[in-house]
């Protein structure tokens, strides 16, 4: 679709202006239709993948962007290639309220949102009236991420420390750096970026990495992590 250019008056007085991104093109056409049709609403612009996104949300300047978590060319390692995205709009875009919409109820991709600053996370499952609920309060200032959900995510970072031996000895300097940049909240992208590796690197010590520690997900490296940053720091 055509981009709206931004009025002088952008989410003063007018309706709310929201960007998509969803590598469907019928499930973006869905939710246009849906929220165009809500006279508060407006779809200034969309994407299909993240350098799209990336490009075109800035130009328009949406209050909130409907992002995708997992985009088809992130499917193998299961990256969350959608909240890369909330964060760098967030970095570009402060007042930006980014919510993600997925198909999959992941523990893993909700710490991933919560570290990025999403507004909100929610099911694809969801029906047309409550995503536009949805919209309205991430747009109002308010969180949608699912209480029950964040709080056993969080407490896995405030509780205690992860069971049995934690071979932190088996892993290399930059194995270590890189750890703590996953309980950082960096994505493999950001780290790749970071540490001038391949982002394909990345992810193969990472597998590394989770294999050394015996745990079997990136947020319970990111857990071991922020243990350990608590530790030297001696809170």
């Known amino acids: 679709m055509e981009e709206r250019p931004v009025p002088q008056t952008a989410d003063a007085d007018g309706p709310i202006r929201v960007f998509l991104l969803d590598d469907h ?19 200034v612009g969309e994407a299909a993948n993240a350098r799209e996104a990336i490009a075109r949300a800035p130009a328009v300047r949406p209050r909130v962007a409907v992002l995708d978590v997992r985009l088809g060319s992130s499917g193998e390692g299961g990256d969350h290639e959608g909240i890369e995205v909330c964060r760098e709009l967030r970095t570009r875009l402060p007042d930006l309220a980014c919510l993600m919409l997925t198909s999959f109820d992941d523990d893993e991709a909700l710490f991933d949102a919560i570290m990025a600053g999403a ?3 929610v099911l694809k499952q969801i029906n047309g009236s409550d995503l536009v609920s949805a919209v309205r309060t991430v747009a109002d200032g308010r969180s949608m991420l699912d209480p029950g959900a964040t709080a056993r995510v969080m ?27 996953i309980g950082d909240g960096l994505t493999n992208r950001q780290i790749a970026e970071r540490l001038f590796l391949a982002e394909k690197t990345v992810k193969n010590r990472i597998s590394s990495i989770l294999a050394k520690l015996g745990v079997g997900r990136r947020i319970q490296a990111a857990v071991i992590a922020e243990r350990l940053k608590e530790r030297e720091t001696g809170q």
């Open 119 to 121: 507004a909100g996370y």
């Open 25 to 43: 093109e019928v499930v973006r056409r869905g939710l246009r239709d849906l929220l165009d049709a809500e006279p508060d609403l407006e779809v």
């Open 155 to 181: 407490a896995r970072l405030r509780g205690p420390a992860p069971s049995g031996p934690v071979e932190l000895e088996n892993l290399s300097p930059r194995e270590r750096e890189i750890l703590q940049l």
